[in-house]
């Protein structure tokens, strides 16, 4: 079991994306700048975990302190609005599951050390069975270098094939550690089976920032009309309005007109 391998050409990764359910872009925060966005990252984690708003999401072990976890960091720094609707991750979702798409989520999980795995899973996990395709794809954009010590996500390439999510009889199955320097982005189609790594590092964080979308026939997982700040929406681009549901054709409409 191989992972495709890091490019910089997005016609390969298109492949890689087709082939294996994944692919792996180098030097794709070209616009963002990666301090930057390393910076507001923690310095939002920090701020949770003084404010007393920190959460963890070890999902199968909440009880897991040493994993954080940041939601909806397009109010945590412009750079994030950057990320969310980066032109290499937009023309990949694009070919892969066409337009209009939805953010669902932005957030990041770090893991800390000692943090323990995820449980495994795939992102569309609560969409109808049986899937006949990709009804969403996560972009992880590696605030730091991911390595399997510090808990590269797991994943298993060309799962997507399977067309389910993994079962209990399934826990114990190969993955390989998606390893990259930071500045890489992941794009990975919503049915590949994947989960955070063990974090065996004595003092290293791993930082991944992951954007959920799918096609926008779904809830989104973050409540936007709720939850963002009114100075992103007065801000954002046509491109980021149609990802929030803003601009709306078809569905989500106003007295049947798009609200922006
Ligand atoms: O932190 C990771 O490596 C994976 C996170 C993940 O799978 C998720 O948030 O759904």
């Known amino acids: 079991?191989?992972?495709?391998?890091?490019?910089?050409?997005?016609?390969?990764?298109?492949?890689?994306?087709?082939?294996?359910?994944?692919?792996?872009?180098s030097g794709a925060l070209a616009g963002v700048d990666l301090d930057e966005v390393h910076g507001r990252l923690y310095a939002a984690a920090d701020d949770d975990l003084a404010s007393g708003a920190r959460q963890t999401f070890a999902m199968d072990n909440p009880a897991d302190g040493s994993n954080t976890r940041v939601w909806n960091l397009l109010?945590?720094?412009?750079?994030?609005?950057?990320?969310a609707e980066h032109p290499a991750a937009m023309q990949l979702l694009r070919g892969l599951l066409g337009w209009p798409l939805q953010l669902s989520n932005i957030s990041a999980n770090i893991t800390g050390?000692?943090?323990?795995e995820m449980v495994f899973h795939a992102d569309q996990l609560y969409m109808p069975q049986p899937w006949r395709g990709p009804q969403g794809a996560n972009v992880l954009w590696m605030a730091d270098d991911f390595t399997e010590a510090n808990g590269a996500t797991r994943v298993v390439?060309?799962?997507?094939?399977?067309?389910?999510?993994?079962?209990?009889?399934?826990?114990?199955?190969?993955t390989v550690p998606l390893e990259a320097p930071a500045g890489t982005m992941c794009v990975m189609e919503g049915r590949v089976w994947h989960r955070t790594g063990n974090n065996v590092t004595a003092d290293q964080r791993r930082?991944?920032?992951?954007?959920?979308?799918t096609i926008p026939i779904y809830r989104t997982q973050e409540n936007w009309f709720l939850s963002l700040d009114p100075i992103v929406a007065q801000n954002a681009s046509?491109?980021?309005?149609?990802?929030?549901?803003?601009?709306?054709a078809g569905l989500g409409l106003?007295?049947?007109?798009?609200p922006r």
Request: charged fraction near 25%; proline fraction near 6%; charge should be negative.
């Open 207 to 213: 930082g991944g920032i992951f954007a959920w979308y």
């Open 254 to 258: 106003v007295n049947g007109r798009s």
């Open 157 to 174: 390439p060309g799962s997507h094939r399977w067309n389910r999510t993994p079962g209990p009889d399934d826990m114990g199955i190969d």
């Open 75 to 83: 109010n945590r720094g412009w750079c994030f609005v950057q990320l």
């Open 1 to 25: 079991m191989e992972l495709p391998a890091v490019t910089d050409d997005l016609d390969r990764a298109a492949h890689d994306l087709d082939e294996y359910g994944l692919c792996l872009v």
């Open 113 to 116: 050390p000692g943090g323990g």
């Open 238 to 248: 046509d491109t980021m309005l149609e990802l929030l549901g803003y601009k709306a």
